[in-house]
């Protein structure tokens, strides 16, 4: 593979797993109340 196919390769798997690790910290970081159940008149 040429340098160039390597850098874009890095660059992908640096956006793909630092999404995932960043999901990952918000729903741990997520200590809030669960909302209750809505209950509608229909």
């Keep these: 593979m ?3 196919a390597v ?3 890095l660059i992908a798997m ?3 797993w630092g ?3 960043v ?3 918000n729903i ?3 200590r809030g109340e669960e909302p209750g ?3 509608r008149d229909l």
């Design 2 to 4: 040429s340098a160039a």
């Design 7 to 9: 850098v874009m390769m």
């Design 14 to 16: 640096t956006v793909l």
């Design 19 to 21: 999404g995932l690790a």
């Design 23 to 25: 999901a990952i910290w």
């Design 28 to 30: 741990n970081r997520y």
């Design 37 to 39: 159940s809505v209950q």
